[in-house]
């Protein structure tokens, strides 16, 4: 049974690794089933951030504007990782939007995983909700800042300790408190060319419409979807002079 991990969580923009920014990173350095250390950075997801978002963790593109760009910190959260295994609830979530802002930087990110998600659909009655919020309920764990990063990863690490207690893990969870290898496959993207920008641009003034997003931070991939949005909502454009 694993005893040394960190926990960890990130709040995003949205729910899809592929088209979603991370917004903030939270962890939990924990040795022998005890927290030694945390690590905690907002980062800036170079977009304007949904309404529901800002609602959901109190986070506003204020906080984000002025914090480091992932890549900024990719080094010193590499490092807090080290060779322990990542644990949170639903933890392939946060692994995918982790190694894809990995990969994309040119830096591999190959993790073991203990989902306590999993730990809950086997040790908790079928009834019960799984979420991270209704499993600290009914395991009557206090929650620090629910819906933050380093809120949730703590909340995830005192998760898995109550989780651990429970006499008949053995029966029911057999292997389940092990870490395993996760796999989620991705390519790095590349960054927009100038003329892709240049084309995104006058696109944007030809339609007078604004977008939420920096377009100097877009990858290929990204402006052609928002370009095939654009057409597909607007039209397409004219003769150009």
Known sequence: MEQDYIAVDLETT????????IIEVGAVRVIGGREISHYHSLVNPRRKLESRIVELTGITDQMVRDAPDFGDILGEFRDFCGNLPLLGHHIMFDYS???????????????KGIDTLTLCRLLMPEAEAKSLE???????????????ALGDARDAHHLYQRLTQMPEKNQRARG????????????????AS?????????????HKIDVPVEIEFLSRNEVSRLKDNIISQYGRIGTRD
Request: glycine share 4%.
């Open 134 to 148: 209704a499993a600290c309920s009914y395991f009557g764990i206090a929650r620090e800042q629910a819906h933050r």
């Open 97 to 111: 939007f982790l190694k894809r802002a990995m990969v994309n930087r040119g830096t591999e990110f190959e993790k």
């Open 194 to 206: 100038k003329k892709q920008k240049e084309d995104l641009r006058y696109l944007l003034k030809y």
């Open 176 to 191: 389940a408190f092990d870490a395993k290898p996760m796999i989620y496959r991705v390519k790095k993207e590349q960054p």
């Open 14 to 21: 949205g729910l899809n690794a592929k088209t979603d920014k």
